[in-house]
């Protein structure tokens, strides 16, 4: 009787020992679902989430470039996503990053949208306009510079109730019928005369919070230069630390040479512009200030910058995308 409870004995420890290995060796069917599940979820947000330049109110009340996330693939639901940022209270609010604010008024409708060989048509409900007189022209430059920073969109047409807007009402100012960024933004006027007027748009360095953010600063002034020529001579100044904007180009860079060819743009430098030599680094802020300016000035799908005649940076533009 005692061996046969021993061999039973035996056989149950044995039997409880075989099940728990099983246990480990095979997971459950509901394990491997949700594992799979949680891999196609993860796929699909990479997939689909990307993220885009958006052009918003800072506390300085300047138009800055900031990013958001956005999830439509399709050039006509990706400007309506980046609409509906832009207009205060609406649904999207949430995506606005801290430090910044919506410019478009609560009650804009956004009636149609329509893309067309580079260019994209918007019509709008009257509300659009429905701000103050210090704020209707940053409508307008808030849409073209947002909307125009989609792939493959050059210009854009904004309707109002189906009329294409010419003229902003309280402002008076007159609108092009195909607007573009060189409409300008956050303009400042420095002109004596109404001989050789240049317009530049330089891009300058802000913080919220120690993250960094970029403004656009279209100039207009009486300088016949080639674009980059002033470009750096601003970034190089002390004077842009007066209205909130800075600039992180060392006061002693000089630009030594410019070659134009089709498509790139080719900058050399003196070695001021780096920030350490032994290395020969050039500051990210550096960096994104002189090829966002490019960007915009240019029409060039390609920067490169050179010191004292030797590579230091290929293709600027792909490196700030």
Same mark, same amino acid.
Request: hydrophobic share 35%; charged share 25%.
């Given at each position: 009787? $005692?061996?046969?409870? +021993?061999?039973?004995?035996?056989?149950?420890?044995?039997?409880?020992?075989?099940?728990?290995?099983?246990?480990?060796?095979?997971?459950?069917?509901?394990?491997?679902? /949700?594992?799979?599940?949680?891999?196609?979820?993860?796929?699909?947000?990479?997939?689909?989430?990307?993220?885009?330049?958006?052009?918003?109110?800072?506390?300085?009340?300047? /138009?800055?470039?900031?990013?958001?996330?956005?999830?439509?693939?399709?050039?006509?639901?990706?400007?309506?996503?980046?609409?509906?940022? $832009?207009?205060?209270?609406?649904?999207?609010? *949430?995506?606005?990053?801290? *430090?910044?604010?919506?410019?478009?008024? +609560?009650?804009?409708?956004? /009636?149609?949208?329509?893309?067309?060989?580079? @260019? $994209?048509?918007?019509?709008?409900?009257?509300?659009?306009?429905?701000?103050?007189?210090?704020?209707?022209?940053? @409508?307008?430059?808030?849409?073209?510079?947002?909307?125009?920073?989609?792939?493959?969109?050059?210009?854009?047409?904004?309707?109002?109730?189906?009329?294409?807007?010419?003229?902003?009402?309280?402002? *008076?100012?007159?609108?092009?019928?195909?607007?573009?960024?060189?409409?300008?933004?956050?303009?400042?006027?420095?002109?004596?005369?109404?001989?050789?007027?240049?317009?530049?748009?330089?891009?300058?360095?802000?913080?919220?919070?120690?993250?960094?953010?970029?403004?656009?600063?279209?100039?207009?002034?009486?300088?016949?230069?080639?674009?980059?020529?002033?470009?750096?001579?601003?970034?190089?100044?002390?004077? @842009?630390?007066?209205?909130? /904007?800075?600039?992180?180009?060392?006061?002693?860079?000089?630009?030594?040479?410019?070659?134009?060819?089709?498509?790139?743009?080719?900058?050399?430098?003196?070695?001021?512009?780096?920030?350490?030599?032994?290395?020969?680094?050039?500051?990210?802020?550096?960096?994104?200030?002189? *090829?966002?300016?490019?960007?915009?000035?240019?029409?060039?799908?390609?920067?490169?910058?050179?010191?004292?005649?030797?590579?230091?940076?290929?293709?600027?533009?792909?490196?700030?995308?």
């Amino acid at each position: 009787m $005692l061996k046969r409870f +021993s061999i039973k004995k035996i056989f149950i420890s044995t039997s409880a020992l075989f099940a728990i290995l099983l246990l480990y060796i095979i997971p459950s069917t509901d394990e491997l679902d /949700l594992t799979n599940n949680l891999s196609q979820e993860i796929s699909y947000v990479d997939n689909e989430l990307q993220m885009n330049e958006i052009f918003l109110l800072d506390s300085y009340n300047y /138009l800055a470039r900031t990013q958001v996330v956005i999830s439509e693939t399709e050039i006509e639901k990706k400007a309506e996503e980046l609409i509906n940022i $832009l207009i205060k209270g609406s649904s999207s609010e *949430g995506k606005v990053p801290n *430090g910044f604010k919506a410019v478009l008024p +609560s009650d804009t409708k956004v /009636l149609s949208i329509e893309y067309k060989d580079g @260019v $994209l048509k918007v019509n709008f409900s009257e509300e659009l306009l429905d701000v103050t007189e210090q704020y209707e022209e940053q @409508v307008i430059e808030a849409l073209v510079y947002t909307l125009t920073s989609l792939e493959n969109v050059n210009d854009i047409i904004i309707y109002i109730d189906g009329q294409i807007l010419n003229k902003l009402p309280k402002t *008076g100012i007159n609108l092009p019928s195909v607007l573009n960024r060189k409409y300008g933004i956050n303009k400042q006027y420095d002109i004596e005369n109404t001989n050789n007027i240049n317009d530049v748009t330089i891009y300058y360095v802000n913080k919220y919070n120690d993250k960094t953010y970029y403004v656009p600063v279209t100039k207009y002034m009486n300088d016949d230069r080639d674009k980059i020529k002033i470009i750096v001579e601003e970034l190089t100044s002390s004077s @842009v630390y007066n209205s909130n /904007l800075m600039s992180y180009l060392n006061s002693n860079t000089k630009l030594l040479a410019v070659e134009e060819t089709i498509d790139k743009l080719d900058l050399n430098f003196n070695s001021y512009i780096f920030n350490n030599y032994d290395e020969k680094s050039i500051l990210e802020e550096v960096i994104y200030t002189i *090829g966002l300016s490019v960007r915009d000035n240019y029409d060039v799908k390609e920067v490169n910058i050179y010191v004292e005649n030797e590579e230091i940076i290929k293709s600027v533009l792909k490196t700030i995308e």
